[in-house]
């Protein structure tokens, strides 16, 4: 079998569908028989690759394909599509934790209402349980190029940012604002129904 190089694409286990990587999840397998997920695509070792998506993931456990993709037997981890979905989650939050730090993120509604005046929010972001017509007058002020983010809760808000009470945030343009673009799509992508790919631009 091809190493894994400086190719493309990729085959999925699943579905013998050649994709870009950034549709697809790499796998490894570890010393002790396990397939393990390797969402930045850097562990060593021969990788196997599933399509990004939930359905696809536990198909590949339901027919134990991760062993025959690594050609010896492969235990799956329990529950292993809500560990996956999990691990996108925390990758997405660690992003906006790098770029409070970095200070090229802020929260609080006058604040995020500031950046937005001056058209350098890349991301906007509402805790799922944000009041409705603080979520509206921020979002009438998004202009075109803006991510709306509305898929983490408050709790995991408030640990990402390292604060109390985080209803709304803003990410500025930048490195970090893509890199968080691209984990922000994996989540909505991953859980999509079948012949989905989520949603684009979450505006």
């Known amino acids: ?47 196997v690759w599933v399509t990004l998506n939930r359905s696809r993931v536990a198909e590949a456990v339901k027919k134990h394909l991760f062993s025959k993709g690594f050609s010896e037997e492969t235990r799956s981890p329990d529950g292993l599509p809500d560990m996956v979905a999990r691990l996108l989650r925390q990758n997405a939050l660690s992003t906006f934790s790098l770029a409070k730090k970095a200070g090229e993120a802020v929260t609080g509604f006058m604040k995020v209402e500031e950046a937005l005046a001056r058209g350098r929010v890349r991301i906007l972001c509402h805790a799922a349980d944000a009041q409705p017509d603080g979520c509206r007058k921020l979002d009438r002020m998004a202009g075109d190029g803006v991510m709306t983010v509305r898929m983490f809760s408050r709790d995991e808000l408030d640990l990402a940012f390292g604060r109390s009470n985080v209803v709304h945030a803003a990410v500025t343009k930048g490195g970090l604002a893509e890199k ?24």
């Open 180 to 203: 968080l673009v691209a984990a922000v799509r994996r989540i909505d992508v991953f859980d999509a129904p079948l012949g989905s790919k989520g949603s684009e631009e979450r505006v």
């Open 1 to 47: 079998m091809e190493a894994d190089s400086d190719l493309a694409t990729r085959m999925c286990i699943v579905t013998r569908e050649c994709l870009d990587e950034a549709m697809l999840l790499r796998f490894v397998r570890s010393p002790d028989g396990v397939a393990v997920p390797d969402l930045a695509r850097k562990l060593p070792g021969r990788g």
